[in-house]
Nanobody, 119 residues
Framework: QAQLVESGGGLVQPGGSLRLSCAAS????????MNWFRQVPGKQRELVAG???????NYGPSAQGRFTISRDNNKKTVYLQMNNLTPEDTAVYFC?????????????WGLGTQVTVSS
């Protein structure tokens, strides 16, 4: 059974940093594209960053230049290093694993970790 477990969220002051982790189990991790999304109440979930199985990365506009996504296939873990955080980064951050095959799509989500940026 596929499972994604996020960790590393918390309260941080503006300008601070956090490193989120997402540990995967029950999937062949190396083949999955891994993404971080975030959601604020009343708003749509937005893509923060993604990394393919081949380690190609892409970032949402809010993350450009401040966040870095990486993965460790041996540990089946994806990371999101977030620097220079602002109150606008306050959200629940979700880990997402996607595998698009020829005939189907597998899509898994974690339960999320809260990030609060406040002084």
């Amino acid at each position: 059974q596929a499972q994604l477990v996020e960790s590393g969220g918390g309260l941080v002051q503006p300008g601070g940093s956090l490193r989120l982790s997402c540990a995967a189990s029950g999937i062949t991790f190396m083949f999955y594209d891994m993404n971080w999304f975030r959601q604020v109440p009343g708003k749509q979930r937005e893509l923060v960053a993604g990394i393919t199985g081949g380690r190609k990365t892409n970032y949402g506009p809010s993350a450009q230049g401040r966040f870095t996504i990486s993965r460790d296939n041996n540990k089946k873990t994806v990371y999101l290093q977030m620097n220079n955080l602002t109150p606008e980064d306050t959200a629940v951050y979700f880990c997402n694993a996607v595998l698009i095959g020829e005939r189907d799509r597998r899509d898994y989500w974690g339960l999320g970790t809260q990030v609060t940026v406040s002084s």
